[in-house]
């Protein structure tokens, strides 16, 4: 058994890496969305032309980067959703429900400080996690049945 | 020609209200979450038992909840998120992408300070208003052809 | 039995009111979309709000009409599809191909100059007519066994 | 992340061509319907047997022909659709169509003229784009977050 | 508890008439093919125009007939499949298959000299009588919890 | 917003009628299978024929309940499924899983005794109940937003 | 683009090995029914124990047999349905219907003796052909452009 | 044709073994829950945080085993279900009617003592046997047509 694995949310902390590195020897494949900020954000008028107003630039760079983050989505077994401190990350959460519509095995990343407000996102999961290396571990135990320590 | 419509997200303004008294005599039938705020956090512990951690109150309460959420969605042709001035109500936008996935009709509700965070949920809604009363008209013009004015 | 038709396409002849009034009579719920031109034109930024830019104006407004359209189709066990003399008439096919992926029957209604142009339309129908009064026969007959004459 | 792209539509300019030779080194598997003009309205008789009646001559083709699109499309991650300057193209609507009632991501080619009669294909659409170029960068862009320039 | 049933299969006995009778007082809408023999098998071409070969003639008919068919079998809780003792009734193996595929609740009514030719549509049904009357106990058995005698 | 409930499990209880009589008043329909245990073990062979084999007894009547519990599955919003204190009941954790499996909303109904033997059971579901009265609150509270006491 | 093709029906004459030679060079992967009919009738006794009565000899056969079709019919992009000259062959027509329903493309193969008969079967497909060697020549077609002579 | 088949249930006896031995040489992916005791019940504690409560204790574990589990049920061609002597084996039978409404292959093995209390499950099933080496012989039959013996 191999996994298909997408790692939604947060852009701005090293979770992605800290999980792939993990990961490193798993029969995993690990899919993401652009993390490159501007790029994500400006991607549409860069390719398919100017907006002077912000919401259709915004807007066509968020369609643009749904081929991308549907595409990811729809072929991953597991959805990893990350919600750090910072901003609304509603895009992270929209993605969780997207995920849990489709019947996906779905893992939330949160610090203890969001658990009142993210527990409608926690109960549609299948693991709940604050570190990254947990969720490693899951994803290691899932594959192997090896347990840490 | 009728409509089912969920209205989704925040429950500390009259917005649903507006819409619904708005919708009169248009042939809708809506559905909501449960919007009394205490009961809808202690539903899980008040009828299936005290949970000593928060956590796992907030998680019992959150599944009852789901029950109602998801045949509100399930059932919807339309669905109405509405985002707020305040908190971080990811559970309106993971409602918002499970109703994305099942490919339900989506009408977004927010003011204009929200845009940027809420363009990947914009660019899944096929109308996306500030005030209620835009609502209730698109409502009426998918029922009746008619435009305001 | 009783059948819910859609009728799609064409909007500047009477034959949706043929298909219906020949129709009196029969356990048939009809839908259309909006055949306002005006209206199904400008109801995006009537509703939502002015757009300067012509092509923000009319997807907008496509988009509106997609809550309806969609649910039209939806609900149909038939979409019958007219498609006129004049026009491009690209969102006639566009609600065909539509209907056909989701294995819904499809008739289509077209004057023989366009047999050879909509070949790939005509061969995901299970009847393709000439004449409104023809689509009311099949009607009648999967309804009441009855043919005409 | 690879991609699987079905290219729909027009066949009288190099289109085509012009995408696959771009996406070069990109991990893309591209699949097109058969845009030999005569194999295709001919396919049907040639091999099932003559038709003196020119529409069941087109229907038999066009059968024939269903067998490879359905499959391009059923496969396919991203369907783009290119209407050219001249002619019907309902099939190319159809198509497009079928493609977003399967949930695929769409990208539409088209020139400006078309924007109007296009708005119900284009508000289906994740991306618009006037030049196989913008395909190219868009394709480019979802598979290795690179934007062009 | 209500059902809906589809009666498919051999026209030319009065097996229908039996079941339907002997079910009254049931919660049970029964639908079923046109089974006037002449008219299924000229309505394509009483309605929708004359066809010299007797092969279009034919299937511009089975069409027209499928429309009614695939209602009655999307509709269905339950599909009965008569099989008789002549022709080879070919399109109620096929109507098996197709309400197999979709998971309806088979039940096939043959007698015993067709067991082993029907033994693959017999391995895909919930129950396989012999006579009108075992499907009308079947029925009333599911609905009341009622056994005969 | 009505429920559909099915009642799955246990016979051997008035569990059943508990949870109906709890919820007069409530806008919910309820369905359960057959629970006379004779009738449920003989139906099969008293309406479609003798077995001498007690397997095909056995399988011949299964199947014939088939009809009605995968008809009360299919239509329900809510599975409950109650674990009495004896038997093995595999029935119930298939029903459980059956249900499950399509996304319905699952409630499990059973002692403390039971809680390690059915922890995967447990985990597909949105609440877990030790009391029929726990049930009628759980539906209660979904159906009119109110709490008990 | 590669084509994945089922090969049901008559077991009695070499069709499929002419289907399999013509092919030769082309990307098709073919499956097939067990085609030992003695294999195929006995499996179910051979393996999983005697049965006196031969309904349930034939039954358990049918039912592992139905193992290998399924699996062979849901990975087909192409369902082949071969009817010969005798038998009633209804496990073919059954096989039609369950591809119909799930969508595959159906190529029907069969001579002009059977026409009638087959008319709601041929209704579904996509190519109707009388020899091998045309399913060879659309197989052809729909993977390489070229039309025969 | 390969297969990929999935083994479900009881856990303290060799069968999986045997089932992979004697299908050694036939293409088939063989997939499993965790079967170490241990690892499956506290894996949830131990990678996701310590739980006073027995029933959490038991929920986390359950939950992360869910991701392995429905990976391989909806990866499978068949699940095989094993209910050996003792315990509830819930979990098995919950898989069993997880994989039905998924439309699997269902194999069931278990020894004569269950018949009566599987008779739901066997009915669900397309081969029900007593010995893993039978659950080999259907398994050889499916992929190369050869009978034992």
New interface residues.
Partial sequence: ?G?NVYLSGEIHTDWREQIIDGAQGLDITF?SP???HD?SD???V???GEEP????H???????????????I??A??VVVR?GEK?????????????????K?L?VLHGPD?????????????????QPS?VV??LR??LT?????
Same sequence: chains 1, 2, 3, 4, 5, 6, 7, 8.
Avoid at 114 to 130: G, I, S, Y
Avoid at 145 to 149: C, K, V
């Fill in positions: 058994m996994l899919n652009v993390t490159d790029a400006d991607c549409g860069a390719i398919l107003n912000k919401y259709w915004d807007h066509k760079g968020a369609m643009v980067n749904a081929i991308r983050t549907r595409k990811g729809a072929d077994d597991v919600f901003y609304k990350q509603w895009n992270a959460a929209f993605d969780a429900g997207y995920a849990a519509a489709l019947g095995s893992i969001h658990q009142h407000a993210l527990k409608e996102v926690d109960a549609a999961a299948l693991a709940v996690a604050e947990q571990e899951v135990y899932v049945d090896t347990l840490p320590g």
